[in-house]
């Protein structure tokens, strides 16, 4: 087929109904992770709230229950963040981003102070030294700097953002374990997921994930898909061969003038989309602004950013009005304040449900809300 043309309204009606917004699933957290390419978790509640508020029958603590099981798995995964995800969606994210090799570049060295030798080393160790062990960061460090050659490298092991653990992450060597009280913990992956069999090589993990990012949040172009992934640390003539090798089972869409790509079984869905006025109150971090990122200005525009993505890397809880960011919003006590960017009055009766519908899903009954 030629060039799908449609307009935003559609695209932002298709998006809120394949992430579970408009049409609510009781399949449970992990459809949902799965859906989305992954649940942002570098705050854990953010990851509940994502999954309860696109669930129809949410339960505390889902997606808690679900990485304890091994059906999704929390690692360090696009753009460096915590993500959890169904295994076979996080191997293939590990294995496009680890093809960057970030870790090799002489900034990235200067950086953190670990050279890809020592680096390449510390996947040997780690590897090892999990194997059949679940360890806390503490003793993992520990371990590791037990080992001859990596004792200076004990501050940035010890460092809550893991940089010096992330290339360890994205080549398979370690995942997140169960918590043990308040406590991170770290082991191999095939000891926390059941049936793992390690990495795909890039080519044959890409089709995978391009299409798990484009059924959310299409349409895409190549570029949007990298900085989604690895802030566009991949080269670019490769992610485009991704895109080409895709062939006719993705789409060219154009909207409003701007080119994406989509998959071709969702191309009648999304010419048929349409808004349906309802308001959306959305966590933190949430997947919606992450997938297409905060610089898409037909999602956010460019003088409210600043109030979405905030200081030290804060994502606000947002407020969607016919699938558009309109706004934030905070909990005081047991009332939801309602941040309108342009100051708009909302309709007290779908702002009500939007509140019923975030006390449901968060397990906190009584939520009241109202216009700041």
């Known amino acids: 087929m030629g060039v799908l043309e449609v307009g935003w309204?559609?695209?932002?009606?298709?998006?809120?109904?394949?992430?579970?917004?408009t049409a609510p699933t009781a399949a449970g957290p992990v459809a949902i992770a799965e859906r989305l390419a992954g649940l942002q978790a570098q705050v854990a509640s953010a990851a509940e709230t994502a999954a309860a508020v696109r669930g129809s029958d949410p339960q505390p603590e889902a997606v808690t229950a679900a990485l304890t099981s091994g059906t999704l798995v929390k690692t360090w995964a696009m753009r460096g963040t915590l993500h959890a995800m169904t295994p076979e969606h996080a191997a293939a994210a590990l294995s496009l981003i680890g093809s960057a090799r970030t870790w090799e570049k002489p900034s990235w060295q200067k950086t953190f102070g670990a050279t890809p030798d020592q680096i390449s080393a510390l996947v040997t160790a780690v590897s090892e030294i999990l194997a059949e062990q679940v360890l806390t960061r503490d003793e993992l460090v520990d371990a590791v700097l037990a080992e001859p050659g990596f004792a200076h490298l004990g501050a940035q092991l010890r460092s809550g953002w893991g940089a010096v653990l992330k290339p360890l992450a994205w080549q398979g060597a370690l995942c997140h374990g169960p918590a043990r009280g308040t406590k991170i913990t770290f082991t191999a992956p095939a000891n926390q997921i059941?049936?793992?069999?390690?990495?795909?090589?890039?080519?044959t993990a890409a089709p995978t994930l391009i299409a798990a990012y484009l059924g959310a949040y299409g349409p895409a172009k190549p570029d949007t898909f990298d900085a989604w992934l690895s802030r566009n640390n991949l080269r670019k003539t490769v992610v485009r061969r991704w895109f080409a090798d895709l062939g006719d089972t993705l789409?060219?869409?154009?909207?409003?003038?701007?080119?994406g790509w989509i998959r071709a079984e969702h191309a009648d869905d999304l010419a048929a989309a349409t808004l349906d006025g309802a308001i959306h109150l959305l966590g933190p971090f949430d997947q919606y602004v992450l997938g297409p990122g905060t610089g898409?200005?037909?999602l956010l525009p460019t003088e409210h950013r600043a109030k979405v993505s905030r200081a030290a890397g804060w994502i606000s809880p947002l407020v969607l009005v016919d699938g558009r960011i309109a706004g934030t919003w905070e909990q005081v006590d047991t009332e939801i304040v309602v941040s309108t960017f342009d100051a708009r009055p909302l309709p007290k009766r779908a702002l009500a449900a939007a509140v019923?519908?975030?006390a449901v899903a968060t397990g906190a009954p009584g939520l009241t809300g109202r216009l700041a």
Request: charged share 25%.
């Open 9 to 21: 309204d559609q695209v932002f009606a298709w998006r809120a109904h394949r992430q579970f917004l």
């Open 296 to 298: 898409d200005t037909a």
């Open 251 to 259: 789409t060219e869409v154009s909207v409003d003038g701007t080119t």
């Open 356 to 358: 019923e519908r975030l």
């Open 194 to 203: 059941p049936g793992w069999t390690g990495l795909p090589d890039p080519d």
